[in-house]
């Protein structure tokens, strides 16, 4: 399934969560109503309240604080006597409210801002890439070297505990970010792709919204798009919350695709204030020559982004 498919088909799951919930609510309501059928009249005066109100507000523009302050009070009045009796017929003062599997968006799978974290965690889980992934809790300190790294004040050891705090920190505070760029460079085998992929799986635990390329992939939807074949994929790296780039340097160049679509993915989703993470195997010289000024300062710019230098010895030949 695509992800337009994936999406609709929990749009239509959300609705009938919604459902769910109000039949669950006509339930509940009969069975206080058995108990205390005055309890009936209550409910359809703060139904008649609400309609009101409305009313009042749409035609009585110049007295309408007066009123809303009058309507707030009348229906607070309501409420705790319907609380009261639905108590004293023995049952929990909220019994006879809606109850949605999540109060945030009540069941709808979108609020102001977007997606729900509810609803963009269970797409993220049936788009499969929240499976498999590394984790900090899985981060293993005992596997790096703790080995001084030449010409620098740390082992290997604590430069990559200070990285794996900083993504964390990264990761948590997402999506408010401060630097929303960030650049992990180094040698092969270093821990920079298990890092990368530690803050992929903690944004989707918390319910962002992510989308992991290697860069490869990442070339193949700039080919697409160049052709004028499918652009699902090259919209999906321009409008995700956070992209994740793995193994940037690796995908082929050609020319007017590779460093013209970089550059404009690069440069619209920083004016966008998006985020995006990359691991590469390049140094900030090596960035430049392969793609340019205008990418590089995008890539290493201090004042909107961050780039954490990976060194020391390959993880996966010392660890097997």
């Not at 009796?85 to 109850?99: M, Q, S, V």
């Not at 965690?121 to 984790?135: F, P, V």
């Amino acid at each position: 399934m695509t992800r337009a498919e994936i999406i609709e088909q929990l749009k239509n799951e959300y609705r009938q969560y919604r459902a769910q919930a109000e039949r669950e609510q006509d339930e509940r309501a009969a069975e206080i109503e058995r108990a205390d059928p005055q309890i009936r009249v209550l409910w359809e005066k703060q139904a008649q309240l609400l309609t009101d109100a409305v009313r009042a507000m749409a035609y009585n523009a110049g007295n309408a604080q007066e009123l809303a302050v009058r309507m707030r009070v009348e229906g607070a009045q309501l409420l705790k006597e319907i609380e009261e009796r639905t108590i004293k017929a023995g049952f929990p003062a909220d019994y006879g409210k809606l109850k949605y599997r999540c109060e945030k968006c009540k069941d709808k799978g979108i609020t102001e801002d977007g997606f729900c974290e509810c609803f963009q965690r269970a797409l993220n889980e049936r788009m499969g890439d929240a499976k498999g992934l590394d984790s900090f809790e899985t981060f293993r300190e005992d596997f790096i070297p703790d080995e001084a790294i030449p010409g620098t004040p740390y082992t290997q050891r604590q430069n990559n505990c200070m990285a794996r705090d900083y993504l964390k920190q990264f990761a948590d505070s997402f999506p408010n970010n401060q630097k929303k760029t960030v650049v992990l460079y180094g040698a092969t085998g270093v821990g920079k792709t298990f890092l990368l992929n530690c803050v992929v799986q903690r944004v989707m635990e918390r319910g962002g919204d992510v989308f992991r390329v290697t860069a490869y992939r990442m070339f193949e939807a700039m080919r697409e798009k160049h052709a004028g074949g499918n652009e699902d994929t090259f919209r999906r790296m321009m409008e995700c919350g956070l992209l994740a780039i793995d193994d940037l340097g690796s995908e082929p160049m050609m020319r007017n695709i590779t460093v013209e679509y970089l550059f404009m993915l690069l440069n619209e989703r920083t004016n966008a204030g998006l985020s995006t993470i990359i691991a590469t195997n390049m140094t900030p010289s090596e960035v430049k020559e392969r793609y340019g000024e205008r990418i590089a300062s995008r890539m290493f710019d201090r004042d909107k982004g961050s780039y954490l230098r990976f060194l020391g010895k390959d993880l996966r030949t010392k660890n097997g």
